[in-house]
């Protein structure tokens, strides 16, 4: 079965506080819901129309299971603490394998 990925690109960061709040919050609910963060900041080299801002990838064993820890009930209140406090790309994919 192949595996689902959280994929995120922070384009800005209007509120370190919200996003402080929001990463406190999302943690756990990832954790529970089987989620394994691989990258969370670090260096970015940005190509094409990307922007070198915040990425964040995070692997599922499953899509489903993907999509369900985002319709979760703890992830939803992370994003609600994170609200407007950052303007992001934020995708569930499938992977390969």
Do not use: C
Not at 16 to 28: D, F, V
Not at 36 to 59: N, P
Not at 85 to 91: L, M, T, W
């Amino acid at each position: 079965m192949p595996k689902g990925y959280w994929v995120s690109v922070y384009r800005t960061i209007s509120d370190p506080e919200k996003l402080a709040a929001y990463n406190k919050l999302a943690g756990p609910a990832v954790r529970t819901a089987g989620g394994r963060t691989i990258v969370r900041g670090g260096r970015v080299v940005a190509y094409d129309a990307g922007i070198a801002e915040r990425t964040v990838l995070v692997e599922f064993d499953s899509f489903e299971q993907a999509v369900a820890a985002h319709e979760s009930a703890a992830y939803q209140e992370a994003l609600a603490a994170l609200s407007d406090g950052v303007e992001r790309d934020f995708r569930i994919v499938e992977g390969i394998e």
